[in-house]
């Protein structure tokens, strides 16, 4: 059977697919965050952006989303596999670790912004019923776009997914608990809390001691077939049963999908279904934002634009500086601690449930209700700016803390300095200090300061294209400057101003390819490596003489390869000396060849 443009799921689903093929690229290119694309795609394609025109203009039509709840449910599943995937990410050891942080931080957190919340509105004439209800479901966070923003693996994401994974545990008690305070509710509403307690924990154990048993068969007997389709149908079925097991047990079905992703996590299988179900995700999470956007009623949001700010600013406002404070106490760094809470400050996409759930449990009214769904979407519209400030404040506090007047000592007097302390960096960095020659290293990440300083290299804090950090160095009594940044604009612009402003400084730096070196010596330069170049020729060979070549032609080919490409840099670059490109080999190397 023919379906026709006309047919309203087909017309939504072009709609949705055709913004996922504009959004990612284009925002990409810009180095944005997709996720204020897909909001903004959903504002205009919904009811009221452009589809509120399509009875004047009935061609719109094929350009909007007729019936926004239609396509919730796709939302909800993008959620269901964001979980997924973040459990594949984790082992129950890891888990396990961070326990003080899942039940000490995450609900001092959740309980600490939502009776601050409730006891504000309260003040303003909210009754103790509503702004309980109101001061919960604000309290929560968004894992859905929290953690793609930071992962589970950095410390931002360690203390954001910690927090985030308690709220997940706590939406459906949160639940049964303002349906027990409804005013019609009697004390049964509060043994069905613990009903659910019982009945989600004994279900939990359960599908922990299944799938421990069943899950590697599955993959195992999926795997031999050699089928990507069965395998993928196997991945997709666990996370359906798992969800829907958590469901009746009367928690939440995310929970089930973080369930599933750790048990397959524990198997060998775990690389393959994280491969297979990434793009489901990603399409998904794009649908959920477009719901999310499609909530914005930019007429409504003009109209109360003063109240509508001053609620989005205290709510952030509260729930960073409640994470801030619970994470310092967790013995957090101030900067982590700052960043972190920036990112929680939002609203969650399972805030909305919360608020239809406090107005059925009549705890507030409709168009309360209305006005903080409004709130919440606009929370998870300005998240990646709310990641985005949080890193400069971050940044901040690190470069203040980490930096203290004496602390660029170490770079004072004759000795190297190495700008960047990667695996670039801190291979130079061995090998200068296996022949005791001294030197310091500057990087800007703060966790790979601490880290090297940890190990014992003498490495400083901070940002080389501040101009302040580079006349605090000393460059001028320095015997060498090494440049290992894998930042091909930022090592020109450094070296443009280091050989203008030192002139007789030995300046050595990484290049990505014979064309980086090149500008890299027309920029000032003594020598620039590139990184590429010896990788590739000593893998071409390899290659020659595993075919059977003689070594002898091989090596005489790659001497000559070598040569050819040190003319091409000298003369792009015109230099009047040969660039230093060629391999140094060890004595008896030499003397096996």
Known sequence: MAI????EGFSDALVVLGAAGLVIPAFARFRISPVIGFILVGALVGPAGLGALVPRAPWLYYFTISDPASIEPFAEFGIVLLLFSIGLELSFRRLWSMRRLVFGTGPAALVGCAVLVAVALHLMGQGWGGA????????LSSTALVLPLVGTTSPVGRGAFAILLFQDLALVPIIFALGAMAPTASDEGWVGIAGVALRGGLTVVAMYVGGRLVLPRLFAQAARTKSPELFLAASLLVVIVASVATTAAGLSPIVGALLAGLLIAETEYHSEVEVMTAPFKGLALGVFLITVGMSLDLGAIIANWASLLAAVLGIVAVKAVVTFLLLRVANARRGIA???GMLMGSPSETT????ATAAQAQLITAATASFWQT??????????LLALLGRIIA??????ETTPPDALDHAEGERAVVFGFGRVGRLVADMLARHDQPYVAVEADIDAVTQARAGGYPIVFGDVARAELLDRLDLGNARALILTM?????TVRLTKRLRAAFPDLPIIARARDTAHAAELYRAGVTDAVPETLESSLQLSEAVLVDLGVAMGPVIASIHDKREELRETIRRTAMLDREPRIRRIRRTDEIRAV
């Open 352 to 355: 909305l449930i919360v608020l």
């Open 395 to 400: 940044r901040r506090i690190e470069r203040r």
């Open 375 to 384: 709130v919440t979407a606009i929370g998870l519209t300005i998240t990646p």
């Open 4 to 7: 026709g443009l006309h047919n």
């Open 132 to 139: 309980a209800g109101l001061g919960l479901a604000l309290a």
């Open 338 to 340: 700052a960043e972190t």
């Open 486 to 490: 894998d930042e091909p604009v930022l």
